[in-house]
């Protein structure tokens, strides 16, 4: 079997213009865990802290140079249907999805939606991130 790695990430807004975080985590194949990232938003809406979870997944993977192949699974499906090309992004969305594009010519990419049940790690990882006040990446599941 080929090894792979997963990228789980979420965002989370207590309203659609309110207090809101970002958090995510990467896996191998074999469920074992590389790292997981949090980080504070500030007042944004569900949509920017999806795309800023997604940025800042993709970046600690490509610096940290974890593969070369990566599914990456979000739960938001606007994100992942911008991402591939079946929806238009909206106007004010597209500055970071240029970036998360530009990020992700550095390996190679499949990005799926899933449902919020499998999701349940990164979901944890974006609300605790509205309580922090600096972005926090651990080789561990982070603990709130």
Known sequence: MEEFFKLNFNGSSFGNLSL?????I?????RVVVFSFSGLLGEKTTNFAELMALFNGLKLFVDKMV?????????LSNVINWYNGILKP???????????????RSFTFSFVHVFREANVVADYL?????????????NSVISF
């Open 20 to 24: 809101a975080g970002f958090g995510g």
């Open 26 to 30: 990467v896996r191998e194949w074999n």
């Open 67 to 75: 593969g070369t192949y990566c599914v990456v699974e979000g739960n």
């Open 90 to 104: 909206l106007w004010e969305h597209r500055s970071i999805l240029l970036q998360n594009w530009d990020l992700s």
């Open 126 to 138: 974006a609300k605790g991130g509205s309580t922090l006040t600096e972005i926090v990446v651990s």
